[in-house]
Nanobody, 124 residues
Framework: QVQLVESGGGLVQAGGSLRLSCAASGRTFSSYAMGWFRQAPGKEREFVAAISRSGGSTYYARSVKGRFTISRDNAKNTVYLQMNSLKPEDTAVYYC?????????????????WGQGTQVTVSS
């Protein structure tokens, strides 16, 4: 399995930006498709973005498309989530997840490894 550690969360005003990072260790990072999910208080964990293991394919939730960008650096064993034009409804704990195989998924059940999460709070 791969171990994942997220960082970069914090408090930001609406309209601001944050960049989340997820550092992986353990098995070969480039073997995994990666995803970002988020969970707001009292809500289910939901898909945000995903990227194939080569980085050639990306997928976004409709609510973040055009504002968020997922990317990865396989040489640094890290996946990123650049979040721009943040809104109060983006407030949540953001989780990084890994799926063993080339293709990402929009389903959290398809991801076998998870980080501990990082809090993002957007004030209005």
């Amino acid at each position: 399995q791969v171990q994942l550690v997220e960082s970069g969360g914090g408090l930001v005003q609406a309209g601001g930006s944050l960049r989340l990072s997820c550092a992986a260790s353990g098995r070969t990072f480039s073997s995994y498709a990666m995803g970002w999910f988020r969970q707001a208080p009292g809500k289910e964990r939901e898909f945000v973005a995903a990227i194939s293991r080569s980085g050639g394919s990306t997928y976004y939730a409709r609510s973040v498309k055009g504002r968020f960008t997922i990317s990865r650096d396989n040489a640094k064993n890290t996946v990123y989530l650049q979040m721009n034009s943040l809104k109060p409804e983006d407030t949540a704990v953001y989780y990084c997840a890994a799926r063993d195989g080339p293709y990402p998924s929009l389903e959290k059940a398809d991801f076998g490894s998870w980080g501990q999460g990082t809090q993002v709070t957007v004030s209005s």
